[in-house]
């Protein structure tokens, strides 16, 4: 068994992948000659320099983070002086971990925990002064309504009980808080309107959602309207015409989300602004200064706009035209819709970040999203469709190692975590870092992903174990009957529910994958569901109703969980977890490899202490990926 432990790295190691990199480097070089080439790990997953650009409500000023002292701070340049840009923030010790603009002048920013401790503080763009706008406090925060308005702005605390978030307005004149509302116990969101006021609340008693509704904060709230979980409104914004107008994605009475404008005095929705017939409206651009709607998209096999105004549309056609070819989303803009933060990408291509003056037609590049891949020839990602052994549809993609040229090719299948999310098109760090070492990436869009309806999400209900896993070997197998790939070496990877799909597979089909690799996935579901956060306590009898409840239905879960049938895993496996993952305990994960380390199955383990689901230290990450890519070349070519 080859195990690494956070706290006791082998040093020898390092300096061999040092040296080894060293030497490496020396012919994989960089991608300015637009050939396939090994492309170094840390190409891929490193964290670009320059990230999460914002612009001033006037959009005279744009700010982003960037290293400083090896910690994220916050730096500001004006548009038509790229490359002056101040650093507004010196912390060296903590990085920041979020901010926006609260003003002109002012940017609001917490930093990274210290012993779970958080702080909001406030910063002066021009003077460099910072204030202490709220006192370290071991508690959770989400923001309401990232906007200073008469010097304050909406958080939510888990302040008094960690299961559930009041509502603070945090003064930014006075550095002080005020509750706002006081959470009875099945608020699970809060939603403010164009003035800042809180006046919408969704809440849940696991399986049935309410929404509740004031005409200001001086009412009461009082409910509008109930459905199932099964059904989805999600709120978006107030509407600007109506104060009492709320734009949702709604499903209500249809099997798609679709975009709607709802009345909070009746309930009662007053029309459908667009729907599409085969897949969900998932999102959708709105303005929270003016209270409208600019678009509505949806995920068919490619993102897609609807658009709403003529202006937007112009406005994306016009930057459409300056960057040909590439798919262009809107990330920031100023108040007047003059001046934005837009970014590009392909599925071969990580793109750029710009800013965009309509006035002046200026397009100005900011950041290379992935400097190291800029000119690098990646594979392209194609959508894909084949039918289940029960006749459903399922779609997915399928990414081809550039120089696979018609050769059968090993092939990773690459199940998405949730399983309430779905695959989309786009660059994918993964998917690319995998196909330029020669493997195939397959993804499925199985049974209970979103996106495409109410009755295909929740016919993955209580099918963990079952069909879905059906649906990811059913594609498998048509992969193979395609011709494409070589069918006795197919390894199987994911994260999340993805890493549960990686054990299940072991497990399962052992005769059909070469090799499984889990990176948090759950190996028990009994723990899974146990072991719930507080502040996630609400969702229980819905996660019992998506996945099993383990009191009456203990057979079920049982027979998905991955641990207890570990004696049927016939290949090697890999397996990463961070020791404070509070959904997959160490002791467990521990016992569920000494078993396979009993019975002689090859397997790496890398276990980092001080990491939680997911590896946010970039040596962590990068030794993670670089290990995940030997463990693949080794039982897969």
């Known amino acids: 068994m080859e195990e690494w432990r956070g706290k006791s790295v082998n040093m020898v190691r390092h300096i061999v992948f040092w040296l080894l990199g060293m030497t490496f480097t020396a012919f994989l070089g960089g991608c300015d000659d637009h050939k396939a080439r090994i492309i170094p790990v840390e190409d891929f997953f490193s964290e670009p320099e320059k990230t999460n650009f914002k612009i001033s409500p006037n959009g005279k000023y744009i700010a982003y983070l960037n290293n400083y002292g090896g910690q994220k701070n916050i730096y500001v340049l004006e548009p038509d002086k790229v490359g002056q840009e101040q650093r507004i923030t010196s912390e060296t010790e903590l990085g920041i971990q979020s901010y926006f603009w609260g003003n002109d002048n002012e940017l609001i920013f917490t930093k990274d925990k210290k012993n779970d401790s958080l702080q909001v503080f406030a910063v002066n763009r021009a003077t460099l002064a910072v204030r202490h706008l709220m006192p370290a406090s071991s508690v959770k925060l989400r923001w309401i309504s990232p906007k200073v308005i008469d010097n304050g702005f909406l958080i939510s605390l888990n302040e008094r009980d960690s299961s559930v978030f009041d509502v603070y307005r945090l003064h930014t004149d006075a550095c002080k808080k005020e509750l706002v509302a006081r959470n009875p116990g099945n608020i699970i969101k809060w939603f403010a309107d164009l003035d800042g006021q809180l006046r919408l609340a969704l809440a849940s008693d696991s399986v049935k959602e309410t929404m509740l509704y004031r005409a200001s904060e001086k009412d009461a709230f009082r409910p509008v309207m109930s459905n199932s979980f099964r059904n989805s409104i999600m709120p978006i914004g107030f509407s600007g015409e109506n104060k009492n107008h709320v734009f949702a994605l709604s499903n209500i009475n249809r099997d798609k989300l679709a975009l709607v404008e709802i009345d909070m005095e009746t309930g009662e929705e007053v029309r459908i602004i667009y729907s599409h017939p085969d897949v969900d409206v998932d999102n959708g651009g709105y303005s929270s200064d003016r209270g409208e709607m600019s678009y509505a998209t949806y995920a068919t096999w490619k993102q897609q706009r609807h658009f709403l105004n003529k202006q937007t549309e112009e406005v994306y056609q016009a930057i459409s035209q300056k960057l040909d070819g590439y798919e262009v989303s809107i990330l920031d803009r100023d108040t007047a819709r003059t001046r934005f933060i837009l970014r590009s990408y392909t599925d071969k291509d990580p793109g750029a970040t710009y800013y965009y003056d309509i006035t002046e037609d200026a397009l100005i590049k900011l950041a290379d ?18 039918r289940a052994r029960d006749g459903r549809q399922i779609q997915g993609y399928l990414t081809m190692p550039v120089k696979a040229k018609g050769k059968k090719t090993p092939v990773i299948v690459y199940p998405h975590n949730g399983p309430s999310d779905r695959n989309r098109w786009g660059f994918n760090p993964e998917v690319q870092f995998f196909a330029n070492r020669g493997f195939a990436v397959f993804q499925v869009n199985y049974r209970g992903s979103t996106g495409y309806g109410k009755e295909f999400w929740s016919s993955g209900f209580k099918e963990w174990g079952g069909k879905i896993q059906d649906d990811i070997t059913d594609g498998v197998r048509w992969l193979i009957d395609e011709g494409v790939v070589d069918s006795s070496r197919i390894g199987i990877y994911g994260a999340g529910f993805g890493g549960y799909s990686a054990l299940h597979g072991a497990c399962f089909n052992s005769d059909l994958y070469a090799c499984a690799a889990s990176y948090s996935g759950f190996a028990n579901l009994f723990t899974y569901l146990k072991e719930v956060p507080p502040h996630l306590k609400p969702y229980l009898q819905m996660y019992y109703e998506i996945i099993g409840n383990p009191e009456s239905e203990p057979d079920l879960i049982k027979a998905m969980s991955p641990v207890f049938h570990s004696d049927n895993i016939e290949i090697p496996v890999f397996i990463a977890q961070g ?29 980092r202490e001080e990491e939680g689901r997911y590896f946010r230290n970039e040596e962590n990450r990068i030794l993670f990926y670089r290990e995940l890519g030997a463990f693949f070349d080794k039982y897969l070519k």
Do not use: H
């Open 369 to 386: 999203n992935s400097p190291a891949l800029k000119d690098c020839l990646l594979a392209e990602m194609k959508p894909i469709t084949y």
């Open 579 to 607: 020791g404070k993952d509070s959904w997959s305990t160490v002791n467990e994960t521990n016992q569920f490899v000494q078993k396979l380390k009993k019975r002689k199955i090859p397997i790496t383990y890398i276990l």
